[in-house]
């Protein structure tokens, strides 16, 4: 870890908000794509708190849907920058649904983004290392490099090239 890098601290971010009705389909369960927007929006605020510059989702890397989220929930998007790259950064993030009447809460969803730092002219821009802090910050870090060298292979099966590597 470099003298520059940030800690996971620094970008961790949660978001709130209830479900309205036009959120949901006539059964009364959220879109999952509204889900999925208020993920990348918190994703990349936790990607602008660790580069300190604007960002684009540059990947949607996995979107799990583990439970539906109803009209009337309160949901909570946690995420925070697992790895950073040269330009880019990996955001992973926990949304969970609470119910406002009994408190329950329950983790309907999670997902991984990647977003590439812009200088002023919309040109990808280096960003500081990640410093993990936590035993959970470490074990997110490094499967945060196994994702990456997976999607590495994937370019490169797919004739790709490399892109913007993580390394």
Request: aromatic content about 4%; overall charge neutral; charged content about 25%.
């Amino acid at each position: 870890m470099g003298e520059g890098d940030r800690p996971v601290s620094a970008s961790r971010t949660t978001l709130s908000q209830v479900m309205l009705p036009e959120d949901a389909n006539p059964d009364a369960n959220v879109h999952g794509g509204t889900i999925m927007k208020f993920a990348d929006t918190a994703g990349a605020v936790a990607a602008i708190r660790h580069a300190r510059r604007r960002v684009v989702t540059a990947r949607v890397d996995a979107m799990s849907f583990l439970a539906p989220v109803h009209v009337g929930n309160l949901v909570h998007c946690h995420a925070s920058v697992n790895r950073a790259g040269r330009t880019s950064m990996e955001v992973g993030v926990r949304i969970e649904a609470e119910d406002a009447r009994s408190g329950v809460v329950r983790h309907v969803a999670s997902a991984f983004f990647v977003y590439v730092a812009l200088d002023d002219d919309g040109k990808p821009t280096s960003v500081p290392g990640i410093r993990p802090e936590t035993d959970e910050d470490l074990r997110r870090f490094a499967d945060a490099i196994r994702r990456d060298e997976a999607r590495q292979a994937a370019r490169r099966y797919a004739g790709l090239g490399s892109g913007d590597s993580q390394s």
